[in-house]
C-alpha cells in the first residue's frame, strides 16, 4: 500500500503495512527498558542460579549414598535446569506483558496500530531473550559447579527447548488475557500458575510416581514428555522422539486454545471497557 | 453542495455497563478540520464515548465511524491516522523521551523518525529533555511529552482528554496555543473532553454538554452563553448540570 503523505508543515509521512517494524518496536521498548534497570537484569540471573546450586548440592549427595541415583548423574540438576526454562519462558512473557500494565501503557498499546498478534509475537521474542540472560550464565556455573553440560544433550536439547517454550507461551499468552480482561486482579496468576503444573508434569520423578488415577492428566500436559525424555536419556542413554512429537502435538493444541483464549477475553475486555481500568 | 464525509460519526450509541447506561443513544457528527468540546460532570458518558471512537470499547448498540471505518470492527484502517492524550494512560517512564518517541513512531509506522523526533522536539521544547527518563521530568514536561506523543504521527483525528489537567495556568496556554496551531495547518479534527471552560471557550468552535451518558445540549459557545443568557461556559455548564434552566422553565 502505498504512504500516507501529510500535507501540512511538520507532518509526518507514514507508512502502511510494517508488522516487523511494529513487532520490533515493541522487543525495542522491553530492551530499553532491561538496559536501564540493573536489578531487572540481576532478577533474570540469581533466582536461576540458587536452584541450580541447590539442587545440585542435593544430587552431589544422593549420588554418593544412593546406587541408582549414581547412574541416573544429572537428572536433578538437568530436571532443574529445564523446569527453568517453562517457567523463566512464562515469567518472561509475563512480566513482559504486566510491564505494560504497571506503567499504564496499555491504553497506548491497545489504541495503537499494533495488532494483538503482534504483541503476542513481541513477547514471544522478549521471553526468549530474558531467558537466555538468565539460563545462559547458569548453564555454564552448572558445568563448572557440578561437571553437568546442558549443550552435551545435543539435538535432544533443542527438541526440550522447543516445547518447553511452546507450553510456556501458550500459558503466558493465556495470563495476559486474564490480565487484560480482570486487570492487577489476576496478577497473581503470572507468579504461580506454572507451580500448579509442577507436580502433575513431573519434573523430578517419573509419571510412574503418581497415582494411577492421575496419570492420564500428566500425560495431557506436554512438559511431562519433556521431563520423561530428559530421564531416559540421562538414564538409559536413549532419545525418545515419539515423546517430543506428542508434546509437539500437545502445544500446538494448547497455543492455539491460548491464544484463542486471550483474542476471546480482549474482546470481552472491550466489551466490558476494562482496557482503559487496568489497575486493581 | 458537496458536504464533505464526517470525520467522526456517532449514530445513537449505547453503552450499558451490567444494566447501568454509561452512554444513552447519543448522534453526533463531526466534521473534518473542526475543534470541538464534550464538557460533562464526572460519570456523564465523555471518556467512554471518546474511547468507543478509538475503538477500546465495544458499544452495546448503535455505530461509531471515524474516517469512514467502522469503529472497533475497522478500527486498524484508521488506528495509523489518529492519535490521543488522556490521563488514564501514561507513556512508560523509565523510558528516556526519545526511547518513547522512537518506540511509538515506529508502531505508528512513521518514516524519517529520528527528523521527526528531532522537530517534535523544537515543537514541544523537549530538546533539552529528549535523552532524560520520562519518569524524572515535571508535570507539565510530561503533559508535553504526551502531546508528543499524540502528534508523533501528525493525526487527522485527535482526540484528548483532559489535555492540561493539572498544568499550571502558563503550561496549559502554552499547550492551548500549541493544539490551536496544530489543528490550523493540518486541518486535524479535534474532539476534546475537558472540565477546563476556559479552555474550551478558547478552543472549540462547538461544545457538546453530556449529562447521565445523553446529549444535553449541543451549539457553538456563543449560542449556548445566548440560550442560557449567561456570560460563561462554566455557568451553563452549571446548569446544565443541576437542571437549574428545566427548573426555570418549568416555573415560568
Redesign the interface.
Given at each position: 500500500m502505498s504512504?500516507?503523505v501529510?500535507s501540512?508543515?511538520?507532518?509526518?509521512?507514514?507508512?502502511?503495512g510494517?508488522s516487523a517494524?511494529?513487532i520490533?518496536?515493541?522487543m525495542?521498548?522491553y530492551w530499553?527498558?532491561l538496559r536501564?534497570?540493573w536489578p531487572r537484569l540481576l532478577d533474570l540471573v540469581y533466582w536461576p542460579a540458587v536452584q541450580m546450586i541447590t539442587w545440585g548440592f542435593v544430587q552431589y549427595y544422593v549420588a554418593n549414598n544412593a546406587g541408582f541415583f549414581a547412574r541416573a548423574g544429572g537428572t536433578f540438576i538437568g530436571a532443574v535446569l529445564l523446569w527453568d526454562i517453562l517457567f523463566r519462558g512464562q515469567l518472561g512473557f509475563s512480566i513482559s506483558f504486566l510491564?505494560e500494565m504497571w506503567?499504564?501503557?496499555?491504553?497506548?498499546?491497545?489504541?495503537?496500530?499494533?495488532?494483538p498478534l503482534e504483541f503476542i509475537a513481541a513477547l514471544m521474542v522478549m521471553s526468549v531473550v530474558r531467558l537466555s540472560i538468565g539460563a545462559v550464565p547458569v548453564s555454564f556455573l552448572a558445568i563448572a559447579f557440578f561437571g553437568f553440560n546442558l549443550y552435551g544433550l545435543g539435538f535432544a536439547l533443542v527438541a526440550f527447548f522447543l516445547n518447553l517454550m511452546l507450553t510456556s507461551w501458550a500459558v503466558g499468552i493465556f495470563i495476559s488475557g486474564l490480565l487484560l480482561r480482570n486487570g492487577m486482579g489476576a496478577e497473581n496468576f503470572a507468579w504461580s500458575i506454572m507451580f500448579v503444573l509442577m507436580p502433575l508434569a513431573c519434573v523430578y520423578y517419573p509419571v510412574t510416581t503418581l497415582p494411577t488415577w492421575l496419570q492420564p492428566v500428566a500425560w495431557a500436559l506436554p512438559p511431562t514428555y519433556v521431563f520423561e525424555g530428559m530421564r531416559a536419556l540421562l538414564i538409559e542413554h536413549t532419545f525418545h522422539a515419539g515423546l517430543m512429537l506428542h508434546a509437539l502435538a500437545l502445544n500446538a493444541v494448547l497455543l492455539a486454545a491460548g491464544t484463542a483464549g486471550f483474542l476471546l477475553l480482549l474482546?470481552s475486555a472491550?466489551?466490558?471497557?476494562t482496557?482503559?481500568?487496568t489497575g486493581e | 453542495m458537496h458536504t464533505p464525509p464526517a470525520a467522526i460519526a456517532v449514530e445513537r450509541l449505547v453503552k450499558v455497563y451490567k444494566n447501568i447506561p454509561a452512554v444513552d443513544g447519543i448522534s453526533f457528527t463531526l466534521a473534518p478540520g473542526s475543534i470541538t468540546g464534550l464538557l460533562g460532570g464526572n460519570g456523564a458518558g465523555k471518556t467512554t464515548t471518546i474511547a468507543t471512537i478509538m475503538g477500546l470499547i465495544t458499544p452495546t448498540s448503535g455505530r461509531v465511524t471515524v474516517l469512514g471505518a467502522e469503529m472497533p470492527r475497522e478500527r486498524y484502517r484508521v488506528l495509523q491516522r489518529m492519535n490521543f492524550e488522556s490521563p488514564y494512560v501514561e507513556v512508560p517512564m523509565r523510558l528516556t523521551v526519545r526511547q518513547n518517541m522512537t518506540v511509538f513512531g515506529m508502531l505508528y509506522g512513521v518514516e524519517n523518525l529520528k527528523a521527526r523526533i528531532a522537530e517534535l522536539g523544537r515543537e514541544l521544547d523537549l530538546t533539552a529533555l529528549l535523552d532524560r527518563p520520562t519518569g524524572k521530568l515535571s508535570a507539565g514536561q510530561k503533559t508535553r511529552v504526551s502531546l508528543a506523543k499524540a502528534l508523533i504521527n501528525s493525526p487527522d483525528v485527535l482526540l484528548l482528554d483532559e489535555p492540561t489537567a493539572s498544568l499550571d495556568p502558563d503550561t496549559a496556554d502554552w499547550v492551548r496555543a500549541h493544539l490551536q496551531r496544530y489543528c490550523r495547518e493540518r486541518h486535524a479534527t479535534v474532539l476534546l473532553a475537558s472540565h477546563n471552560m476556559a479552555e474550551v471557550e478558547r478552543l472549540c468552535e462547538r461544545v457538546i454538554i453530556m449529562k447521565r451518558g445523553g446529549i444535553e445540549d449541543d451549539d457553538t459557545p456563543a449560542k449556548l452563553l445566548a440560550r442560557y443568557a449567561r456570560r460563561t461556559l462554566e455557568e451553563v455548564f452549571i446548569d446544565v448540570a443541576r437542571g437549574t434552566v428545566e427548573a426555570r422553565e418549568v416555573a415560568q
Open positions: 504512504a500516507v501529510v501540512a508543515r511538520s507532518a509526518a509521512t507514514l507508512q502502511h510494517s517494524r511494529r520490533g518496536a515493541m525495542l521498548r530499553y527498558l536501564s534497570s510491564e506503567s499504564r501503557n496499555i491504553g497506548n498499546l491497545m489504541m495503537s496500530p499494533l495488532r474482546a472491550r466489551r466490558h471497557g482496557l482503559m481500568q | -
